[in-house]
């Protein structure tokens, strides 16, 4: 197990706005979610060329996530509208279609009312 552990020493510079940051990220991070200063710094050293190295290889990478995260956000914005004017949308659909219901109705002559045409041929019915 020895052979497999590799040490090496960090100096972190307080005077650089960069270095300063990230110091202060590692004397304030979670140790529930982050272990250790080696586990920290793995994440985010194979974060951080991971995407650099994606990015040399498509240089569009980054304008395309940008726009991915642009169009989940419009989504995400009709959703919520959606979700907050259906009801009442569906509501007043409901009753508009109500209202309507008795004029379609008085349209059709109901049974008791109808009378047959005196011009039609009643006698197919065997009378």
């Known amino acids: 197990m020895q052979n497999n ?8 510079n307080l005077d650089k706005e960069q270095q300063r940051r990230a110091w202060e990220y590692l004397q304030t991070m979670d ?5 250790s200063y080696s586990q920290v710094i793995s994440l985010a050293l194979v974060d951080y060329f991971d995407r650099y ?5 498509d240089s569009y990478l980054e304008t395309r996530e940008r726009e991915e995260l642009f169009v989940k956000q419009i ?6 509208s959606l979700k907050q004017e259906l009801p009442l949308f569906l509501s007043g659909l409901t009753v508009g279609m109500a209202q309507r219901e008795p ?3 008085a349209s059709f002559p109901t049974p008791e ?3 047959p045409d ?7 019915l065997g009378e």
């Open 53 to 57: 190295y994606r990015t040399q290889a």
């Open 103 to 105: 004029q379609i109705r």
């Open 113 to 115: 009312n109808s009378q």
């Open 75 to 80: 989504v995400d914005a009709v959703e919520n």
């Open 5 to 12: 552990i590799r040490n090496t020493n960090l100096r972190f």
């Open 31 to 35: 140790r529930q979610d982050f272990k």
């Open 118 to 124: 005196n011009d039609v041929d009643w006698d197919f």
